[in-house]
């Protein structure tokens, strides 16, 4: 039963234990040893039957295991041939498994949209941030045009719309009807079939013909134009009054021809012919003027033919000048009140005048200087009524200049002025007034009269005039503190170098004002309506009495930054200081040193003057004869630099220490202890100035006008000026340069819609995102850079 | 002209240019009279307005009791009247080939109408009506396809073949008070909420972006026409508050000047302004990149202004009001209107050259700046100009009184947004 149970067991170990089947020799050799064992008992056992070799009928109920000597399990039936593979594919599922862990559970509605609603939102703004390039470009753009796409419009030929279009009312009808008649062609080519034909009907040699023509006709212009020219080269004098002759026989033989035959045709000949003699006369060819009078002049002192000669000059001039004499009208002479006249004479001047007025030589006058202009117009009877007083005194002698002046103003007017002017003609005593006249009466109005008339009212106003020439000189001194300050203005009798004054003392001087905050508003609200341009005005004097909350807010920020923190905020007052004193801006600051250039520009004015045989300064110093206004101005300035002396300050009190009382004085040494002098003051700025006088002080005038602070954009107060400085305006820049200076920002043009922007009007969108160097809309060409361009105010 | 420009020979450039300045300023305010006219004929308060794509004579209007009115510009004149809904007509937008135009009512329904009135004989009658089961308070079309979106109760998209929406959008459960498109990225809506916040929906996956939470109510949004991701909305709490869309945690300006709630809004179209209508009866023009306004608008008659539109030639501004009227305004109030002269441009080209050059000058900026108020608005701003002062000496005090730090200065762009939702 032992070994059995052995067996067994080694049986059961071995299936179970699979390890143990490879040491299948060790068992055979333990179950001999068994056996020996055994059969050393000496009790056999008894045997089973043992199948060694194989049969055919093989019971299933008594199946053995007699070899192995044990009793078969069934487990042992089942076990597989090869278990080992099979079941370590088991076991590496069954590992995977285990390592494998549970499936989450799934996320909330909530998160899992909100997981979508980021991506979405993280896509959609890369979408949208490709546009910044663009956004960017617009927004810094010099110029923007809308509607960013231009339509073009296109012309549709006549042809179509006509072929489109029907004839409906009985008037369009006939019309059309009278069209097809003629055949006019609707369609191209715009020819009608007569002119096809007439097109076609010019042959070769027919054209070939006419050019020949052409050719021909060249060639004789040429040969003619040689002709002429060879027989104008002829010098022989003979030749020439033959052919004169001849040609005036000849048009003299003609015109009794055409008397006889046609009346009216002679006529017009004689009408053509006092023409010519109308020119001839406004020439004044024959008046002893040309080069041969002049030497017939010389000769005729010993030549008899020359006399002669110059005889029938003078004969043929005043035959010339003759002329069917015209009643004057009767209101014209001298029965006008002179007042009158003066008034009407003297606006008319200038256009005359204009060379004799240097402000009209020097610089045209801009339209927007009105009051000056109307100044202008005051002063500028001057020069032309001295000159008329000149020439009454200097008629004589001056008598060939006076001729020349004639001469040139011939040249100008015209036949009916001509019949008013002189009726004298050659009377050399009248060519004077003559000469006046047209000066005078260029305007129009008066139409200048004998001129001796109205002299003396010239004269007068000649006398009366000069001072006011004088301060037309300082009006654009005046004139620059700007708006209405003209009158404002001290008036200074010398050479008016008053701006640096203000601009030095503005740059030097200044108030601080508590710094705004950087976000302005841009519009002061009020109650009261502004209307009219009185209105306005009002409000430009007006002080800005609405309290800005900001700054106070800015002021109260400041004061608790110093409260927390006192002794920093102490010193970054003081570090604050200067550059706030620098910030300030004045417009004067800009315009130093003009006025040396208007003294400039009135120079040759005195200068032409004086060639003129006018001496204004004489008449200027003879006006002011009684003040000396240099020694006037040189008091002032002695004034002027005491009054900026700093004064030393007295601190002596007499009683202290010693007696005091009537009579007596503090001691020296106490004087001398307690008189505090100030440090002496800067040197003067007007110090090698003799001219001027450079005053520190503030003019609260000009504060009105200037900016106390920096404006946003800007970061230092030089840029600010720079952009003040540069003119925009036409009078100072070119047409082309101004067109590009004051180029609008936004264009717009009425009557288009603009569409929102899209992908198709920026044509690089899809690389702009990375480089954008193109613009992307259409601007201005050629836009000039402006030497400081403002940024672009725009948070972000 | 042959011209000396020899600076010797033209003296005092500048003071002659900064009193040329001084005048044209005086002029501008001189003709600064923006008034057109007033289209009258409704008979009850404007609530809405619509812009022809097309044409920009033609302008519509909805009542509120229900009327729609198309008006000619030119002419100042009602060319057609339809009854189109039984109460408000809470919306409108036209189609974007000006074909046909929408509007809804608080009758919970859509309407699609013909923009040119019908035929002699002809009911006036919609081409399509939608019954919704909730009231729409807005509409808008999208700008190039067949789809426009309804809001209510939550943000409808729907396409114009059916009368069931492609896809509703919703997040959160107040009523949303108007809905617009963006005019570029024209996939992108934005949506303001009764309760306090704006959402921006992408229509291409029909999903919510992101909600920006204010502190008061946004009654409109409007979208720049010219910069796809800016867009401004009007608030209840006075201002206007232009967003960048990618970056919603503070807005890129805060336009503050009117002194009751902003109820529409309005761009330009050249994105460089805007026009908003407020409570406090007046219209005030903002430039996009200021705090404050360029222009404000008001007449005694004027009440509540509801709606305003900017006309897409830029000349234009109308405004729809409480009294039934719609007036029209001149954009830039002294601004000649009909043809000039080439001359007479490059004079106001200069002058308005002078003007921005000097505007810094006190004299100038004085003049140019002085509007006149009506005093209720003027007694309202000096109002809150105090409060707003009390506020602030108040955070001050506590600031100074309590420990270093613990109180950070907030700006006042930061100031009003609550909260950003993603």
Not at chain 2, 11 to 28: C, D, G, I, M, S
Not at chain 2, 88 to 107: I, K, N, P
Not at chain 2, 117 to 143: A, F, M, N, Q, R
Not at chain 2, 331 to 337: D, F, G, P, T, Y
Request: charged share 30%; proline share 6%; aromatic share 6%.
């Amino acid at each position: 039963m032992a070994e059995e149970w052995l067996g067994v067991e080694a049986a059961a170990s071995g299936g179970e234990s699979e390890e143990e089947e490879g040491q299948e020799d060790g068992e055979r050799r333990h179950r001999q040893l068994l056996e020996a064992v055994s059969s050393l008992s000496g009790r056999r056992r008894q045997k089973l039957a043992e199948r060694t070799e194989a049969s055919v009928q093989v019971s299933e109920f008594n199946v053995s295991c007699e070899g192995a000597g044990e009793k078969l399990v069934l487990s042992e039936l089942l076990q597989p041939i090869r278990p080992k593979s099979a079941l370590s594919s088991v076991k590496k599922e069954l590992t995977r498994v285990k390592q494998k862990k549970a499936v989450e559970l799934p996320l909330s509605k909530e998160e899992a949209k909100r997981v979508v609603r980021e991506a979405a939102y993280v896509r959609t703004s890369k979408d949208v941030g490709k546009w910044q390039q663009v956004v960017l470009q617009n927004r810094r753009a010099e110029q923007l045009v809308f509607p960013l796409k231009q339509e073009i419009a296109t012309v549709v030929p006549l042809e179509q719309v006509a072929s489109g279009w029907k004839a409906r009312t009985p008037l369009e009808q006939e019309i059309f009807g009278l069209l097809y008649k003629t055949q006019k062609p609707i369609t191209d080519p715009l020819l009608t079939p007569e002119e096809t034909a007439s097109l076609q009907a010019m042959s070769l040699e027919e054209a070939r013909r006419r050019r020949a023509e052409l050719q021909k006709a060249r060639a004789m212009q040429s040969y003619y134009e040689a002709k002429a020219r060879r027989e104008k080269k002829i010098k022989s004098k003979k030749y020439h009054r033959v052919l004169k002759k001849s040609k005036r026989r000849k048009a003299l033989k003609e015109f009794e021809l055409l008397h006889k035959s046609d009346p009216e045709a002679a006529l017009a000949k004689l009408e053509e012919l006092e023409q010519l003699r109308m020119q001839e006369r406004m020439s004044l060819k024959h008046q002893n003027k040309g080069k041969w009078a002049r030497s017939r002049a010389i000769m005729a002192k010993y030549d008899l033919e020359a006399r002669k000669a110059m005889q029938e000059q003078l004969a043929k001039n005043k035959e010339l000048m003759q002329k069917v004499r015209v009643e004057l009208p009767k209101e014209e002479p001298g029965d006008v009140p002179e007042e009158d006249l003066a008034s009407v004479t003297v606006p008319t001047l200038p256009a005359g005048a204009s060379e004799t007025n240097p402000w009209m030589l020097g610089k045209p006058s801009s339209p927007a200087e009105e009051p000056e202009v109307q100044e202008g117009l005051g002063d500028v009877a001057v020069p032309g009524a001295a000159e008329c007083k000149e020439e009454m005194e200097k008629e004589e002698e001056e008598m060939s200049e006076e001729e020349a002046l004639l001469q040139d103003f011939a040249q100008k007017r015209h036949a009916r002025q001509q019949r008013a002017g002189s009726p004298e003609g050659q009377g050399e005593g009248l060519a004077a007034p003559g000469s006046v006249g047209p000066v005078c009466c260029r305007g129009g109005q008066t139409k200048g009269g004998p001129g001796g008339c109205f002299l003396p009212s010239l004269t007068q106003l000649s006398c009366s005039l000069p001072p006011c020439s004088h301060g037309r000189c300082f009006s654009p001194v005046t004139s620059c503190v700007g708006a209405d300050e003209t009158e404002a203005v001290p008036e200074l009798p010398g050479d008016g170098p008053i701006q640096p004054v203000c601009a030095e003392e503005q740059a030097s001087t200044g108030i601080e004002q508590p710094s705004q905050a950087q976000e302005e508003i841009l519009l002061s609200e009020q109650l009261g309506r502004v209307r009219t341009m009185e209105d306005v005005e009002a409000l430009a004097s007006g002080e800005p009495v609405e309290e800005q909350e900001k700054p106070a807010a800015a002021r109260a920020e400041k004061q608790v930054q110093q409260q927390q923190e006192e002794s920093r905020a102490s010193g970054g007052r003081r570090a604050r200081k200067p550059p706030a004193k620098k910030k300030i801006i004045s417009l004067q600051a800009m315009l130093s040193g003009k006025t040396q250039e208007v003294q400039f520009s009135s120079l040759p004015v005195v200068v032409e003057e004086e060639d003129g045989g006018i001496d204004q300064r004489g008449v200027i110093t003879e006006a002011f004869a009684g003040d000396d206004v240099v020694a006037d101005f040189r008091r002032e300035k002695r004034k002027a630099e005491q009054a900026a002396k700093p004064q030393p300050v007295n601190l002596v009190l007499p009683g202290w220490g010693e007696w005091a009382g009537t009579g007596l004085k503090p001691s020296a040494k106490k004087i001398k202890r307690f008189l505090l002098k100030p440090p002496p003051a800067p040197p003067r700025k007007d110090q090698h100035l003799p001219h001027v006088i450079l005053s520190e002080r503030r003019n609260i005038h000009a504060a009105a006008h200037q900016v106390s602070e920096l404006p946003f954009p800007f970061e230092r107060h030089q840029q600010f000026e720079q952009s003040i400085r540069t003119p925009v305006g036409a009078t100072w820049n070119t047409q082309r340069a101004f067109q590009k200076l004051t180029a609008p920002r936004v264009v717009t043009r009425a009557g288009h819609i603009i569409q929102p922007i899209s992908a198709e009007d920026v044509p690089d969108m899809g690389t702009a995102a990375g480089s954008g160097a193109k613009p992307a809309l259409e601007i201005a060409p050629q836009r000039q850079e402006q030497p400081f361009r403002r940024p672009r105010k725009r948070a972000r | 002209v042959p011209r000396n420009y020899d600076p010797a020979l033209h003296p005092f450039e500048v003071p002659r240019e900064y009193t040329r300045a001084l005048n044209a300023t005086k002029l501008e305010r001189v003709f600064a009279k923006p008034f057109l006219s007033s289209l009258d004929g409704h008979r009850d308060g404007v609530n809405c307005m619509a812009k022809h794509p097309k044409s920009l004579s033609t302008v519509l209007s909805g009542a509120c009791d229900g009327e729609v009115k198309i008006w000619n510009l030119t002419k100042r004149q009602c060319i057609r009247t339809i009854q189109a809904h039984e109460g408000f007509v809470r919306g409108m937008c036209a189609r974007f080939c000006g074909t046909s135009f929408f509007t809804v009512g608080d009758d919970k329904t859509v309407k699609q109408w013909k923009m040119e009135s019908p035929e002699y004989g002809e009911e006036e009658e919609p081409i399509h009506t939608i019954l919704g089961k909730t009231v729409y308070t807005g509409i808008d079309h999208h700008w190039k396809e067949a789809v426009f979106a309804t809001c209510g109760h939550q943000v409808d998209i729907w396409d114009e073949q059916r009368t069931s929406p492609m896809c509703s959008l919703t997040w959160g459960f107040d009523s949303i008070s108007s809905v617009k498109f963006n005019p570029i990225e024209t996939y992108l809506l934005g949506s303001c909420a009764s309760d306090r916040n704006i959402v921006l929906y992408d229509m291409r996956k029909s999903t919510p972006l992101k909600k920006v939470i204010l502190n008061m109510r946004t009654n409109t949004l409007c979208w720049n026409p010219m910069e796809a991701f800016i867009f401004t909305a009007a608030n209840e709490d006075y201002n206007l508050y232009t967003f960048d869309m990618r970056f919603l945690e503070s807005p890129v300006m805060v336009h503050m000047d009117h002194v009751s709630a902003v109820l529409d809004v309005d761009y330009s179209p050249t994105g460089k302004e805007f026009v908003s209508a407020s409570f406090d009866k007046s219209v005030r023009i903002f430039p996009v990149d200021k705090g404050h306004s360029r222009e404000v608008y008001h007449t005694k008659r004027m009440q509540h202004v509801i709606t305003v539109k900017w006309t897409s030639d830029n000349k234009y501004i109308l405004c729809g009001s409480d009294e039934m009227n719609i007036r029209l305004w001149k954009a830039n109030a002294s601004e000649k209107l009909g043809v000039l002269a080439p001359r007479e441009k490059a004079a106001m080209n200069y002058n308005q050259k002078l003007k921005e050059k000097f505007q810094y000058h006190p004299k100038i900026r004085r003049i140019a700046q002085h509007r006149h108020l009506p005093k209720s608005i003027y007694c309202q701003i000096k109002e809150q100009r105090i409060m707003r002062e009390a506020r602030r000496r108040k955070e001050l005090n506590r600031r100074k009184h309590s420990k270093p730090g613990s109180m950070p200065l907030v700006s006042e762009r930061k100031k009003h947004i609550v909260a950003v939702v993603k």
